[in-house]
């Protein structure tokens, strides 16, 4: 007897099903597509059980015709592409005709809808793949509602699966979060056991969604678009400042051609990026949405794998650095303190840190690059409080030990200043050096006073102390770039 069979039908459907639909999460993400693809303004998900009991998804998008209600939950059934040249073109999350035909077959659907044409709204149930009649239905406008009931009732094995209702939801949660932020103009409701957990009004601004979506202070968020025409490439990047540190890196968003993604080597940029800004171990929030020509792009096609690789990685790793630099070295604001600590005992770090052409630190202390921020050599014993002196550092803030007031201290740099009379250089010259706090601040003592100097600004202050002189003397050390830079 042969061994080898043809699958029936329904075992066929039921693999096909389980490639698609894995949870709650992949068939919200499957019917969300497609109320965007349909050009819904408000979309609504309710949910029960985590999804589990229901999923109820209503939309005002285009609606579907009459007709097309009894093909809908056909196998590859879609209006998004009709030959495989269009394959190469396609804008649409959805393509491949099969969510609603997988959806259909592990659970029991009812979809009503009205098409923006037609003044009727008709409905479908779909049982376990079988299919009943279409039947006339009412709705007040044009859109399209689904209710998903029973998930899996007929795949007890994929039902074991789920996790608890609260995981089950967090992942539907995190499906919707990224198209929150992509579609500012869309409304978007979600609920969950009849709880209110998101009521996103249209905003005008990606960056005022993703503070009205992650509960962030808006003035926190800026948001940066740049062209690279010779590339093809353009890029937005909504960008937390300094002041939204996150303990994991729960806030990242990365969308390539429209699509919510995982890469690891934009990850990695960016996070290095902000090391400019945030202090070691923590993280920002951003989203990072680029637009490149799909060739360019590896996405593995497989509905439930995001993780994308770029072909030019390098190339595109320069561009975003760049840009993320650039926006958070021109945009961002300062940090805040919190509102508790009383404004008085604020004693802001200085932004430069203090060299004079015949003072010492420069050689006294030498700046390895590489680790962790800048890890400075310091020999302690050569290092006295004879061995430190200031010279030119600007807004470096002072607070005075006989009024208990703050007085600040702004120099310029300009050359022959009044370094020699300003009360705050007097007393650094005295300073002593007394250690380094987590490898980044130099701690310095005079008198009941502390000095803290940032390492890594005292760092390219010494640069641009050299760089001028380097001017001055009518000479510049010259680096090519790795990669040319346009300057328009
Ligand atoms: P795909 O999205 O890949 O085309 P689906 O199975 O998700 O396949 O959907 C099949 C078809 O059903 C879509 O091509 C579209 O025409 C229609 N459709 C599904 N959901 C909606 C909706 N919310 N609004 C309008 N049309 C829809
Ligand atoms: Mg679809």
Do not use: C
Not at 460 to 486: D, T
């Amino acid at each position: 007897m042969s061994k080898v069979q043809i699958l029936s039908a329904e075992v066929i459907s039921k693999i096909a099903a389980g490639e698609v639909v894995e949870r709650p999460a992949s068939v919200v993400k499957e019917l969300f597509e497609n109320s965007l693809d349909a050009g819904a303004r408000r979309i609504e998900v309710h949910l029960k059980d985590g999804g589990k009991t229901l999923i109820h998804i209503k939309d005002d998008g285009s609606g579907i015709a009459k007709d097309d209600l009894g093909i809908l939950f056909g196998r590859h059934a879609t209006s998004k592409i009709r030959s495989a040249q269009d394959l190469e073109s396609v804008l649409s999350f959805g393509f491949r005709g099969e969510a609603l035909y997988s959806v259909g077959a592990v659970s029991e659907v009812t979809l009503k809808s009205r098409s923006k044409a037609s003044r009727e709204a008709w409905e479908i149930l779909v049982r376990g793949g079988e299919r009943g009649e279409t039947a006339p239905s009412s709705m007040a406008a044009a859109g399209t509602d689904i209710k998903i009931h029973e998930l899996f009732f007929n795949t007890p094995a994929r039902k074991k699966f789920l996790k608890s209702d609260a995981s089950e939801f967090d992942q539907v949660l995190n499906v919707i979060v990224p198209y929150a932020l992509f579609y500012p103009e869309v409304h978007i409701v979600l609920t969950h056991n009849g709880r209110n957990i998101l009521d996103l009004a249209p905003q005008k601004t990606r960056a005022q969604r993703a503070a009205q979506t992650l509960g962030l202070n808006a003035a926190h968020v800026m948001e940066s678009k740049d062209e690279f025409p010779n590339d093809n490439i353009r890029l937005t990047l909504i960008l937390g400042d300094m002041n939204i540190q996150r303990p994991r890196r729960d806030l990242q968003y990365i969308f390539v051609n429209g699509r919510p993604v995982q890469s690891r080597n934009i990850s990695f940029h960016v996070n290095d990026t902000y090391k400019l800004i945030l202090p070691p171990s923590v993280y920002p929030f951003f989203a990072v949405m680029l637009d490149i020509p799909p060739q360019e792009v590896d996405v593995n096609i497989h509905p439930s794998k995001r993780e994308v690789r770029l072909r030019q990685e390098s190339k595109v790793g320069v561009l975003l650095r760049q840009a993320v630099e650039r926006a958070l070295m021109t945009r961002t604001s300062a940090k805040e303190v919190s509102a508790d600590i009383p404004k008085d005992d604020i004693f802001p770090l200085p932004s430069g840190f203090p060299i004079k052409e015949e003072g010492v630190p420069a050689d006294k202390i030498v700046f390895a690059p590489g680790q962790k921020g800048f890890s400075p050599l310091i020999d302690r014993d050569t290092v006295s409080r004879e061995s430190v002196r200031p010279g030119n550092f600007s807004g470096f803030f002072e607070k005075s030990e006989k009024s208990g007031q703050r007085v600040a201290d702004f120099i310029p740099p300009v050359q022959g200043d009044k370094a020699h009379t300003d009360p705050v250089k007097e007393r650094f010259l005295r300073a002593r050096f007394v250690g380094t706090f987590i490898h980044k601040y130099h701690l310095f003592e005079e008198g009941s006073s502390l000095f803290v100097v940032d390492q890594h600004a005292a760092q390219e202050r010494i640069m641009f102390e050299k760089f001028l002189r380097q001017i001055h003397g009518g000479k510049v050390e010259v680096q090519h770039l790795l990669m040319p830079v346009q300057i328009s």
